[in-house]
């Protein structure tokens, strides 16, 4: 299952806290390297949500990286998850996204497997009137799927290669765990899906999401419609390790963001617009009424979004040095109105592949990509507010970028 982690040859450079070498962006070998060390390593995985499988027998593809898993709940009620590969022959045992059944069984041979991964079912194991078949020691104890580490907080699951690693809730920390107690403190409903394959790099929208600067000038819509700000309130927290992350934006009045912006002398929006249909922005005071954007991260590949109304995750998985997918799960609560959830639907049209503010992002790192593709050398800059990993009080900071690199450097073994 592990393939011999041989180091790419990498040259930081010596600014290491605010430059980051294109090459982690481009290169197959720190690609390998890092299904190695983050996604088979000792990383907590996020994969999905208990609400997505409620019943005994639910299942759940999903991947952990870029190998395919299998996430199902048990007769007894509890998690298990598994490699999605067969014993056999190595085929795909599930191959659809998620449903419900008691016994999973490849298709090629037909080998069976119940919920916990165990082997149940060989065709043609003693053969036919005693020709073929297996010997008769053939024991199906030793041929389970990959049994993998399961373990769930507020109903968020994770999943690790790893048998022995700290526990979720010392990997999210008690800088994290608050915020996700707010937004998974009572019971949630699964509203929808959206999912896009983007031609970058995953770590550029790792980049993306820990970055406040970039969100009141790529998102003119952010802007204009006061939903994000530079100048509004909020700012950045990090963990201990940089690893995982929340940006927050509170509103000010509109007298207060006009005259920061015009102090400024910024132009990122333009007072007097308005939209054909305004109950996209009408919202809902909930949680703290004053915030308009909550982004938190959980290292590698978590996103939890709060934009006004419209709540989701995003999973981010590696398919390629070039290449990644991200899959968006829409939720509400099961105590909401009808009102509230048209709210979040209408609302989700924020985010998603034709977001009318995510769009921007996949498409600003697929130019990173393309632009960067033939200068492995060269190096990004990400000095904004400083060279210091610090919490910050204010959203013009490149702080949580830094603080990824930091960390990843570290898992990675790349020394500064």
């Not at 999973?104 to 041979?109: F, G, I, K, P, R």
């Not at 896009?196 to 790099?201: E, G, K, L």
């Not at 406040?212 to 100048?231: D, E, I, K, Q, V």
Request: charged share 25%.
């Amino acid at each position: 299952m592990h393939a011999v982690d041989v180091a790419p040859q990498i040259a930081w450079p010596e600014q290491a806290d605010t430059r980051v070498p294109y090459q982690v962006f481009v290169d197959p070998a720190i690609y390998e390297r890092e299904q190695e060390r983050i996604f088979r390593g000792p990383v907590w995985n996020y994969v999905g949500l208990e609400a997505e499988l409620p019943e005994p027998g639910d299942f759940k593809a999903s991947f952990i990286g870029d190998t395919p898993i299998v996430v199902t709940r048990g007769k007894d009620g509890r998690l298990h998850a598994f490699v999605n590969r067969c014993a056999h022959r190595g085929s795909l045992v599930c191959r659809e996204l998620r449903g419900n059944r008691m016994t999973h069984t490849c298709v090629y041979h037909q080998w069976s497997y119940n919920l916990e991964g165990d082997l149940i079912g060989v065709p043609f194991r003693k053969g036919i009137e005693g020709k073929g078949g297996y010997d008769a020691d053939f024991d199906p104890g030793q041929h389970a799927l990959h049994k993998l580490t399961i373990d769930s907080y507020q109903g968020l699951i994770f999943v690790s290669f790893a048998r022995e690693l700290h526990a979720l809730e010392d990997y999210l920390g008690p800088d994290m765990r608050p915020w996700i107690d707010r937004l998974f403190g009572r019971p949630i409903q699964i509203l929808g899906y959206s999912r896009q394959f983007i031609r970058a790099n995953w770590k550029l929208y790792a980049e993306n999401v820990r970055d406040p600067y970039h969100a009141s000038l790529l998102h003119l819509f952010h802007t204009t419609f006061g939903l994000y700000r530079s100048s509004m309130g909020g700012g950045v927290t990090m963990d201990e390790q940089g690893r995982h992350d929340m940006v927050q934006s509170y509103k000010r009045t509109e007298e207060q963001e006009t005259a920061a912006y015009k102090n400024a002398g910024l132009r990122t929006y333009k007072k007097g617009y308005s939209l054909a249909d305004p109950s996209l922005l009408q919202s809902r005071p909930e949680l703290e009424p004053q915030l308009t954007n909550q982004i938190q991260t959980i290292f590698p590949g978590l996103v939890l979004q709060q934009i006004q109304n419209t709540l989701a995750t995003r999973q981010v998985l590696p398919k390629a040095p070039d290449r990644f997918e991200l899959i968006f799960t829409y939720f509400g609560y099961q105590d909401d109105d009808d009102e509230l959830r048209a709210i979040r639907l209408k609302q989700a049209n924020f985010v998603g592949p034709a977001g009318l503010i995510s769009m921007e992002d996949g498409h600003a790192t697929e130019i990173v990509q393309q632009a960067i593709v033939r200068d492995r050398d060269a190096a990004s800059y990400i000095a904004f507010g400083g060279d210091s990993v610090e919490n910050q009080g204010n959203l013009l900071t490149e702080t949580a970028i830094r603080g990824f690199w930091q960390y990843y450097r570290g898992v990675m073994g790349f020394a500064a």
